[in-house]
């Protein structure tokens, strides 16, 4: 057999068959997740079509992420569809309002395991590749037949491959490599390919922050994005008591169509500008730009350790007059971690507000909409033209210590100097 990469080995365990780059293939994923923003559309389907029963039903988790609680009538409509959906077919995974973000979910219960692919009716569904598995977006449709038939036909992607080296620097962080990897290679640099990590520095990074990377993949066009598993894999999941057997990992001589190198120790804190995801600049190059909101939350970062470094960049301080800080944990554990340490009780006494875990504010359908003409910093992962919800407001990307340092001068900052007092 031709020696494989990590996508090729993964589904070629689905396939039953080895598989190569290129090859249409059709498998059966071990993960079929859908949202409350399909969850209606699947059951739309299932009506028009008669479908009565599911393929594997074990296989399925339904997420309450996007809209979460519900904002309109008719978005609550769509939420108890989905729950009356999965009291029909004995669907015992529910993760209903206010327990967190799909991703964050499947990566910090142990849901996802390495070696594992899933997919998702959300394009972040790559967030998983932080764990050593490989994930997905598909549309609404391909979930529901999915849920039906248990199979469905995907392209297996070619592979390239980031080799990271060297140290992030105090103040700089996985989103800023991110960033710059998206600035360099663009947002078409992985179209439909699998971006694989390598290199010495993936043991310096955990696996919130190979979250981010991989999260931020769809953004470069990926299909994945996978960091092969490590011992950093193995203790998050020793620390959930879960036993997990061979971390996968790509052989020795596969095929990469491409090689990119990235020393982290150059790395310093960056921004996408209005309204392209490749739109990258160092901050000190936009420093000084207004800001109405900034916004801390999401699957790219509303992690514990974002608001672990906000907390730091915002303690004892107050965000300046006129500036809304949003913060949305992505799930409940990392809401209840950052309670615990304190962290949450510094961003409200910043003068932050908090929102239900969830999306938040990220694509524009829930709690934090902007007006005309307001600008926003966001840790988030998209800053297309009406992203947040209108499309005469801007909004920059960056780390969530650029955040909390850009909600405390009114303007995008620098982290490091706040850092450094
Ligand atoms: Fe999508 Fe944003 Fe929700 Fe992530 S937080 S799943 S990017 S809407």
Known sequence: MNPQTMAEKIMSRLAAQPVRAGEFVELGPDWTFSLDDGIGLVDRYFRLHGIDRLAAPDKIAVFYDHFAPADTPQHAMVQRLGRQLCERFGIRRLHDVGTGISHQIAVETGLARPGQMVTNTDSH????GAIGAIGCGIGVAEMAWLWAYGHLW??????????????LAPGVSAKDLVLSIIGRLSVRGAQYGSVEYHGPALSTLSIA???TLCNMGVEMGAKFAVVPGDHVTRAHYAALG?????????DAGAHYAEDHRFDLSEIEPMVSA?????NVHPVSSKAGVQIHQAF????????FEDFEIAARVLAGRRVAEGVRLVVTPASREVYLRAMQSGALQTLIEAGATVTTPGCGACAGIHQGVLAADEVCISSSSRNFIGRMGNRDASIYLASPATVAASALAGRIADPREVLAE
């Open 125 to 128: 569904t790559l967030t998983v």
């Open 154 to 167: 995907f392209q297996v992607p070619t592979s390239l491959r980031i080799t990271l080296e060297g140290r």
């Open 209 to 211: 922050e190979r979250m």
């Open 242 to 250: 879960i036993e997990v057997g061979e971390m996968p990992a790509p």
């Open 274 to 278: 209005p309204s392209k995801v490749d």
């Open 296 to 303: 801390i939350g999401t699957c790219t970062n509303g992690r």
